[in-house]
């Protein structure tokens, strides 16, 4: 991935991060930009098929948000942003270790090959199958702060 994406990637994650209130809701409506949801399924090691499956969003309509350069908003945007969530909370975590390794680890790969493995607090389904309900999304962060004080294995 081009540095300049991942600056950008970045820089919109840390910006969700600290984002007033306001300016949540306003991301939240407007939708996720095109360019930002490419280069997090790059991160991520998603496939288009992967997401537009999991997403339940047509392959039609994803593809011309894509062309178009089109912000993904709604269902799919929310589910992004979740997504986008994981990544800032394995990053929140991983700032808490003292160990240097923490400093050089790769949230966002890690985040893609979690979301794909089945959990058991999810009734064995993997995070990336419910992230496209409020509520799934919900309880994949919170299984996530269980594995942080260890109370999740």
Known sequence: MATAQLKKI???RRGLRSAPLDERMRIERQGVPADIVRGLLGQLDLTGAEFQSHMGIPKAT???K???KSDLDGTTGQSVLGLLELVNKVEDMLALENDPAAKRFDAARWVGRWI???QPALGN???IEVMDTPSGRASVLRILGAAQSGAYQ
């Open 10 to 12: 970045t820089a919109f």
């Open 62 to 64: 994803y593809t011309k």
């Open 66 to 68: 894509m062309r178009e």
């Open 116 to 118: 794909r493995e089945p």
């Open 125 to 127: 389904k993997a995070p």
